[in-house]
C-alpha cells in the first residue's frame, strides 16, 4: 500500500431500522335513512356503510457515506441516505 492510501478514507455504514408494521381497519363513513309510508309505498329503512382497510410493511435503511484525507484533514464528499424496502 502507499502512504497516500493510508492517508486517505472512503467509509460508508448502514443500519436497519426495526420493520414498521401498520394494520388498521377504520370508518369512511356509515349513513341511515329512515323512510316513512306514503299513501301506497310502505315505510321502508336504507343504510350504507364503507371502510377502509390498511395494512403495510415496511423495513427502513439509513447510512452514511463520507470521503476524504486524515492529513490534512479534509472531507471531500459527504451524504446520507434512507431507503425503503417493502
Do not use: R, Y
Amino acid at each position: 500500500m502507499s502512504p497516500s492510501e493510508f492517508n486517505s478514507f472512503n467509509k460508508t455504514v448502514t443500519a436497519n431500522l426495526p420493520p414498521v408494521d401498520v394494520q388498521n381497519t377504520f370508518p369512511v363513513f356509515e349513513e341511515n335513512v329512515s323512510c316513512p309510508a306514503s299513501g301506497a309505498i310502505p315505510a321502508f329503512d336504507a343504510s350504507i356503510k364503507a371502510q377502509a382497510i390498511t395494512k403495510a410493511h415496511a423495513v427502513v435503511q439509513i447510512g452514511v457515506a463520507a470521503t476524504g484525507t486524515v492529513v490534512p484533514p479534509n472531507l471531500d464528499q459527504f451524504g446520507l441516505f434512507a431507503g425503503i424496502n417493502k
